[in-house]
């Protein structure tokens, strides 16, 4: 890495939903402050629905291109169609400046290239001489990269017609034969550029010999971000996404009840991403964490917001629930077994079984002679519970939902218990509940029925009504 002053630069995640919105990030992110143009990096994830398009829909597990040449068939017509479909998402940004003429013929270009790789991947296949699983990794990183290529070239072409000197950082590795790592590849391409007086759209793909896919599957454009970060070292990194992190999900909660959370850290970020809401990617954010770079996330459109400072030692003067969160889409498992009681290591047994089905649970719950783990709903198979019963006297799988209260300053008497009274003064009953001695994040398993009404009237109660005064760090 050359040698630059740091604070002059600042690295900058702009998600899909936000990219799709490029006219508002043009003005309120690039352009919003004529003495802040250049000494940025932005890491571009693919337009909103474009990664789903050529892997598979992330929420609803509908396939795409990446499921056609798995079964060998009718890909090369979905690449086809897949040109058509960012040929037209082009179009949405004529106006913005985009040079339609250069922008397809990039897309033509990398489709052709794609083809080829995919082609070849296809024969290797037919003959078995490579493991059918390691050929089929490759080819999601092939059609991964082309979303982040195709948002980041857009974007490159975007600025430069409006008077910005950009250059693209395509990290994609399409036209090279380098065999690098993922972090030489940063560093190699990041040497010897005058970053203070440079703005750089790279893409949240990143080619490596280990696979950024096998690494991090989805997660992938938030660890090109953490790479980058800490290859660079700015004052802060900051993620733009097309909402603050709040109290509680204003969709379920409404806007007005939603408070933006200001200031916290980056343990309180992991609690999030245990239940699937993340801030980053957990695996993104250890790297930045352990260097020092703190994350400031930010609402894409609301630039003067200050939003929420993500830091490794923050802690509330005082104490407060900063997020109320959860999903209902898991499951509780509970064994109950009469040899538990005094047996040692017989948990171990039963993580054995979990590990052998590739299962990490978010809860986990026991007494003398029940241990219940709560786990994703997709991680539930008949196989495995059809060995847990083979295995223990009595087996409750039990479709439910989590809400968490999470806060880095909790550990306070009658937290607890105010957040207890709130469910139960909704009607809300409690199945299993968590929490450890650090107390950053307190646990209930409910109803799958009552997480909505657990969440509003948690963020209600514990947010809302606390009396507490959000840091605006």
């Not at 040079?99 to 990398?110: C, G, K, N």
């Not at 490159?156 to 090279?176: R, S, T, Y």
């Not at 990194?237 to 204003?250: C, G, Q, T, Y």
């Not at 083979?390 to 009658?414: D, E, R």
Request: charged content about 20%; aromatic content about 6%.
């Amino acid at each position: 890495m050359s040698d630059l002053n740091s604070s002059k630069i600042s690295v900058e995640k702009i998600g899909g939903t936000s990219m799709t919105a490029f006219g508002d990030v043009l003005r309120h992110i690039v352009l919003h402050d004529p003495k802040r143009i250049y000494g940025r990096i932005y890491v571009v994830s693919a337009y909103s629905g474009v990664t789903n398009q050529l892997l598979e829909h992330k929420k609803t597990g509908e396939r795409g291109i990446y499921a056609l040449f798995a079964e060998g068939k009718g890909y090369q017509d979905a690449l086809t169609g897949l040109a058509v479909s960012l040929k037209k998402i082009n179009a949405g940004y004529a106006d913005l400046g985009l040079p339609l003429t250069v922008a397809d013929a990039f897309i033509d270009q990398r489709i052709a290239q794609a083809r080829e790789y995919l082609g070849a991947m296809q024969h290797v296949l037919a003959s078995g001489y490579l493991s059918r699983h390691d050929v089929l990794l490759a080819a999601r990183e092939v059609l991964a990269s082309i979303g982040e290529s195709h948002s980041a070239f857009n974007s490159v072409e975007i600025l430069k017609a409006n008077g910005v000197k950009a250059v693209l950082m395509d990290l994609a590795g399409f036209d090279d034969n380098e065999a690098w790592t993922i972090d030489e590849r940063i560093a190699n391409s990041f040497k010897d550029l005058d970053l203070a007086n440079s703005v750089i759209v790279a893409t949240g793909y990143t080619k490596g010999t280990e696979g950024i896919m096998r690494e991090f599957d989805r997660g992938y454009s938030e660890v090109t971000f953490s790479k980058i970060a800490v290859e660079v070292r700015p004052a802060e990194a900051v993620i733009h996404k097309e909402f603050h992190l709040s109290s509680a999900d204003p969709n379920l909660v409404g806007l007005e009840n939603a408070i933006v959370v200001g200031a916290t850290n980056y343990d309180v970020a992991d609690q999030l991403a245990d239940v699937g809401m993340e801030a980053i990617h957990p695996k993104a954010s250890k790297p930045m964490e352990l260097a020092g770079i703190p994350i400031r996330l930010k609402n894409t459109f609301e630039p003067d917001h200050p939003g929420t400072l993500i830091t490794k030692d923050f802690v509330g003067e005082r104490a407060r629930v900063e997020i109320v969160t959860g999903t209902d889409k898991v499951t509780l498992i509970e064994i109950h077994d009469p040899m538990m009681v005094g047996t040692v290591g017989f948990d171990a047994g039963l993580m054995t079984v979990f590990c052998k089905h590739d299962i990490s649970y978010i809860l986990k719950a026991t007494n003398a002679n029940s241990i219940a783990h709560l786990v994703w709903d997709n991680q539930v198979t008949a196989e495995l519970v059809a060995e847990l019963e083979a295995l223990y006297q009595v087996v409750t799988v039990k479709p439910s939902a989590i809400v968490c209260t999470i806060g880095s300053n909790i550990g306070i008497p009658g937290v607890l218990a105010k957040a207890a009274q709130a469910l139960a003064d909704a009607q809300v009953n409690v199945n299993c509940v968590s929490q450890t001695l650090r107390q950053v994040n307190m646990q209930f398993v409910i109803e799958r029925e009552d997480y909505k009404t657990a969440v509003k009237a948690l963020n209600m109660a514990l947010c809302v009504n606390s009396g507490t005064p959000v840091p605006r760090v």
